[in-house]
């Protein structure tokens, strides 16, 4: 990412910052890990996503993830046939939060697993917890 981003990490946390005036991006660090496992491409496009909503605006690759409270939001992707997720929160504290990145392989058309919904609300509950 060029010398442009520095990365900094405390316990299972990760926070990314843009040497520019914008909310910073911070992640958890599962789901900093699971993006890192995403083609180059898609992760490019997906930080160009979250570096607007840093902005604060709202890609166009961004809606507003359904099955959890307000302020969540998610980067869909699709990429050679398969498709990407990205899940971020811009309502908890001041930076925007990655709470989970998957590659949906369900087989159940567009909607999301209840077992991811279930993963990112459980996040959601911790981050707030940890970030009271």
Request: cysteine-free; charged content about 30%.
């Amino acid at each position: 990412m060029g010398g442009f981003f520095r990365l900094q990490g405390v316990g299972k946390y990760a926070n990314m910052y843009r040497m520019r005036d914008t909310r910073p991006i911070s992640w958890l660090k599962a789901a900093r890990r699971d993006f890192e496992d995403f083609p180059e491409a898609v992760q490019s496009d997906m930080f160009d996503a979250l570096t607007v909503a840093a902005e604060g605006g709202k890609s166009d690759k961004a809606k507003p993830f359904k099955g959890v409270e307000g302020g969540v939001f998610e980067i869909a992707l699709r990429y050679r046939g398969d498709a990407f997720r990205a899940i971020y929160a811009i309502k908890i504290g001041e930076a925007i939060w990655v709470i989970h990145a998957f590659q949906k392989k369900s087989k159940s058309g567009i909607k999301t697993p209840q077992m991811e919904i279930d993963l990112i609300r459980e996040r959601l509950k911790r981050l707030k917890e940890a970030l009271q």
